[in-house]
């Protein structure tokens, strides 16, 4: 496996990015890019070109000094040692990996910040800063965030999209070994071009939607498919919603400034009066009793 | 001094050893060998009970507090310092809660440095933990009267009215904050609990929850401390109660009403059981219970009704973070007996240290320390957990 797998990034290399130039030269011609994600990188994953060979597992087990064998590739789910699966249920194949959304709930959530989005596009993980109170694999839509339990030192791990690789210049690991493409790296917006121009050459082969475009906000994967992702485990887009979901805890979030003075400020006045009002009464106790001593 | 072993002391030397041996796995096995989460389920018992429940459970403090000093609520004033108490030891038993539950509790202290302010954990964390402090100097004159120092006492009293104001502030933050940790996930928490009231629901029920424990503690310690109990006091208490149930009540219906759930919540299925009998035990019963003005006026009957609500509010609390989730994740979750020894023994922690404080410190005003002939004059119900006597 590991020698096959290093023919093949000898061999994907130079065709994906002489591939990488076409896309950026077509995209820059003409059409305004949108405005978020000029810069950020994502992978589109179609899994009508997905052979269930599962080298990108093994290519991202090596990238994260994790162990990789027969009895981990069986594994059709993802775990701490595990940061992507291929899914191969009846011979129909579908990868999950963490979806590196463009507003992370895992992010918003971290008490801590150990979770940022790049601007490359990347969402990573600063192992210092986690205190391990798994609020980020609580909050995660598509349940990315795995956890080491066995350890005693725990660890919060996901896909980390590489960013060492990027900022390198190269594309994910996973990108590079993928022999058949199913799994492309590239700037996300011209990704979404091309994931619209096979929808629109071969309505046929595909469900008509890409996954990951507008989910939450929208993510970094972008996933085509001819058979229903949310057989695989992935969650309903209806119930994903198009909202950022750090949206939803910042509308209470974003009161707090205003809310500490304002609250402080009405149980200070109430106090005030409370106290001015037992004091006048005690006042008038007493110049009661000195009237009635006289 | 000798000893004696009564049987109370002796169930709690049981608890505390199974809870140290489930304190071993846990910090010598990791969190995988103690407890039944998993990846799809990394909030269990502990969060769900030691924390969402524990936080909830001492609201009393805040809640008397409010009452005595900044409504002027005189006939209150006996039951402010042992709900303080509660509080403290609630929320310094909530931190030890939090040291199992974290993966890497030694790095708790991150929290001061590497602050996210878009995060709601921050906010609750940030609060609990000034709030603790903010309690620990309410609960201190108690222990400079013991030690008869004069001068700190006046100083403490001279900042009362920021300690106050801060404590109320801090205390509504955090409790509606713990429902806004749940806002994020709305497609994965069931609808019968993901709304967008959180964190008015978890207020709400903090402060009525505030009042049912303290009616719970003040009958509690008066049975067992052989005490006598205000009736008058209960009395004004579970009035205040049957109002913050009656608002909490018509919070959640509108709530429903609005999100039109209210045909799905009567249809049954697994998650409308679990909401019934939330709602039977922290609404309906209790709210009929005390309609009754002979239940509101007997000492029994207000303790029934308070701890009914008590569980009621449990319930809601665990179907928030445990069975509302159920059906996203696909399986249940059942805590491990580990996870429940290591709760039982905070939880056996704080009534050993609320007795041994009691003991020591005039918790309960000393006029009322009257020794009674009969030690239950009160039918209270037996068997509930309370350490008789461990302190003496």
């Known amino acids: 496996m590991p020698s096959s797998s290093a023919v093949m990034q000898v061999i994907a290399v130079p065709s994906l990015i002489s591939s990488g130039v076409v896309e950026s030269i077509s995209g820059g011609i003409g059409e305004p890019s949108p405005k978020q994600s000029s810069m950020s990188k994502a992978l589109l994953y179609d899994s009508t070109l997905c052979i269930g060979c599962k080298q990108c597992e093994q290519a991202c087990a090596t990238q994260n000094n994790l162990p990789y064998n027969d009895a981990i590739a069986g594994e059709e789910f993802q775990s701490a040692h595990k940061l992507t699966a291929v899914l191969t249920p009846n011979d129909k194949f579908m990868r999950r990996l963490c979806m590196h959304c463009t507003d992370p709930a895992c992010a918003s959530v971290c008490p801590v910040g150990a979770f940022h989005k790049t601007k490359e596009g990347p969402v990573v993980y600063d192992v210092w800063k986690c205190i391990g109170c798994r609020y980020c694999m609580a909050a995660c839509p598509f349940s990315q965030p795995k956890y080491e339990w066995g350890s005693l030192n725990p660890r919060v791990r996901k896909c980390i999209m590489c960013p060492d690789r990027i900022t390198a210049g190269k594309q994910t690991a996973c990108a590079e070994t993928c022999p058949t493409g199913a799994t492309k790296f590239g700037e996300r917006d011209d990704l979404v071009r091309e994931a619209q121009d096979r929808l629109r050459q071969n309505p046929s082969n595909y469900l008509p939607r890409i996954y990951g475009l507008h989910e939450v906000g929208g993510t970094s994967i972008l996933i085509l498919a001819s058979v229903k992702v949310e057989d695989f485990g992935y969650p309903t887009s209806e119930k994903l919603g198009e909202t950022p979901l750090p949206a939803y805890t910042g509308r209470v979030m974003e009161r707090v400034p205003d809310f500490i003075p304002v609250w402080s400020l009405v149980l200070g006045g109430i106090y005030w009066i409370s106290h001015r009002r037992t004091e006048v009464a005690a006042a008038e106790a007493a110049e009661k009793n000195n009237g009635g001593t006289r | ?392």
């Open chain 2, 1 to 392: 001094m000798r000893i004696k072993l009564t049987f109370w002391r002796v169930v709690f030397l049981a608890i505390m050893a199974v809870g140290l041996y489930s304190t071993y796995v846990r910090y010598w096995r990791g969190l995988g060998a103690v407890s039944n989460m998993t990846d799809q389920f990394p909030w269990g018992f502990w969060i769900g009970f030691d924390c969402l429940c524990g936080v909830m459970l001492a609201a009393g403090g805040f809640c008397m507090v409010g009452a005595v000093y900044l409504f002027k609520v005189e006939s209150l004033h006996s039951v402010v310092k042992p709900a303080v108490l509660t509080a403290f030891l609630g929320y310094l038993l909530f931190i030890v809660g939090l040291l199992f539950d974290l993966g890497r509790p030694w790095f708790i202290w991150h929290q001061l440095i590497y602050m996210n302010p878009h995060s709601v954990m921050f906010e609750v964390g940030f609060c609990v933990m000034t709030y603790t402090t903010v309690l620990f100097f309410e609960f201190l004159p108690n222990v400079f009267e013991r030690l008869s120092w004069k001068a700190p006492i006046k100083w403490i009293h001279r900042i009362y009215p920021i300690l106050i104001v801060l404590g109320i502030l801090l205390s509504t933050l955090h409790q509606s904050s713990l429902g806004s940790l749940y806002l994020i996930m709305p497609s994965k928490l069931h609808p019968f609990w993901y709304s967008p009231g959180l964190p008015f629901f978890f207020f709400g029920s903090a402060v009525a929850v505030g009042l049912a424990m303290t009616i719970f503690e003040s009958t509690q310690s008066a049975k067992a401390l052989g005490r006598h109990l205000e009736l008058s006091v209960l009395v004004r208490l579970g009035g205040a109660l049957l109002i913050a149930l009656w608002v909490n009540a018509l919070l959640r219906f509108e709530d429903y009403f609005h999100r039109g759930l209210l045909r799905q919540i009567l249809r049954p299925s697994y998650e409308a059981y679990f909401l019934w009998l939330e709602l039977a035990l922290s609404f309906v019963i209790p709210i009929a219970l005390l309609s009754f003005k002979m239940v509101r006026l007997s000492p029994n009957g207000l303790y029934l009704a308070s701890v009914m609500s008590l569980f009621g509010f449990i319930a809601n609390r665990l179907n928030v973070s445990l069975i509302g989730f159920e059906t996203y994740v696909g399986h249940h979750y059942m805590p491990k007996w580990t996870e429940f020894s290591v709760t039982l023994m905070i939880i056996a922690m704080g009534f050993a240290l609320f007795r041994v404080a009691v003991q020591y410190l005039t918790i309960f005003p000393k006029d009322d320390m009257v020794h009674l002939p009969s030690p239950a004059p009160l039918g209270v119900p037996t068997g509930l957990p309370v350490l008789e006597h461990a302190g003496d």
